[in-house]
C-alpha cells in the first residue's frame, strides 16, 4: 500500500527566507507525486507532479521538488518566500497501475506561515 | 473550461434532514472523485468513478451515504439522514487518466446543526 508522510504540520518563515517543506513516500511500484496547495476557503491547486521524467521538477510560483528515490523523498522548495505563499501544501502519491489503481493518497498537509 | 463545479458552497441544515452535494466534472475527465476534509481527518477519499461506474467506494463512512454518477457531467453525494459529524468541507475532483493529476472543486461547506 502507498503512504504519504509530511513532516511538520507547520513551518513558519520570514518573507525572502527558504521554503522547504518535506515528504516522504512510500510505493511498491514507481510511483507519480504531487504538490498541491489550498488557500483558505479554496479547493486544492496542484503545483507540480513528477511522473517518472526529469527528477527536478518545476511548477507554478516559482516552487520545485526533487524525487530521490533512494530516500523516498520528494521534499518542495521554493527560494524565497513570499506572504502569499501563506497556505497549507499537500503531497500525495499514486501508483498507476497498482492496487491502489486510480487512486491518490495525500499526506496531512502542512501549513506554511510567511513572517514580515 | 470552467473547471470542476460543486454545488451548493455552503450548506447548513439540521440534524436528520436529506443533504445532496452536486459535481459536474471537466468534460472529458473519466475518473470522478468524492473527498471529505475535517481538521481532525484531514482529506479523505470517499468514493471515486471510472466512466461512471464506482470502482471504490470503501471510503463511504456508512449506509447514511451514497453516490451516483448518473452520466459523464454529473454526479451527487447523498447523505440521509444528516448528523452533526457529517459537518466538513466535501470536494469534488476529476482527472483524465488514472493516477494522474486530479482537479478540484472549490468545495461545499456543510454544517450539520
Redesign the interface.
Known amino acids: 500500500a502507498q503512504s504519504v508522510t509530511q513532516l511538520g504540520s507547520h513551518v513558519s518563515v520570514s518573507e525572502g527566507a527558504l521554503v522547504l517543506l518535506r515528504c516522504n513516500y512510500s510505493s511498491s511500484v514507481p510511483p507519480?507525486l504531487?504538490w498541491?496547495v489550498q488557500y483558505p476557503n479554496?479547493?486544492?491547486?496542484?503545483l507540480l507532479?513528477y511522473?517518472s521524467a526529469a527528477t527536478l521538477v518545476k511548477g507554478i510560483n516559482g516552487f520545485e521538488a526533487e524525487f530521490k528515490k533512494s530516500e523516498t523523498s520528494f521534499h518542495l522548495t521554493k527560494p524565497s518566500a513570499h506572504m502569499s505563499d501563506a497556505a497549507e501544501y499537500?503531497c500525495a502519491v499514486?501508483?498507476?497501475?497498482?492496487t491502489s489503481?486510480?487512486?491518490?493518497t495525500?499526506g496531512?498537509?502542512t501549513i506554511l506561515t510567511v513572517h514580515p | 473550461d470552467a473547471g470542476v463545479i460543486q454545488s451548493p458552497r455552503h450548506e447548513v441544515t439540521e440534524m436528520g434532514q436529506e443533504v445532496t452535494l452536486r459535481c459536474k466534472p471537466i468534460s472529458g475527465h473519466d475518473y470522478l472523485f468524492w473527498y471529505r476534509q475535517t481538521m481532525m481527518r484531514g482529506l479523505e477519499l470517499l468514493i471515486y468513478f471510472n466512466n461512471n461506474v464506482p470502482i471504490d467506494d470503501s471510503g463511504m463512512p456508512e449506509d447514511r451515504f451514497s453516490a451516483k454518477m448518473p452520466n459523464a457531467s454529473f454526479s451527487t453525494l447523498k447523505i440521509q439522514p444528516s448528523e452533526p459529524r457529517d459537518s466538513a468541507v466535501y470536494f469534488c475532483a476529476s482527472s483524465i487518466l488514472t493516477g494522474d493529476e486530479q482537479y478540484f472543486g472549490p468545495g461545499t461547506r456543510l454544517t450539520v446543526t
Not at chain 1, 499514486?94 to 497498482?98: A, F, R, T
Open positions: 507519480y504531487f498541491y479554496q479547493g486544492l491547486q496542484l507532479k511522473t499537500f499514486s501508483d498507476p497501475g497498482g489503481y486510480g487512486k491518490l495525500f496531512q498537509g
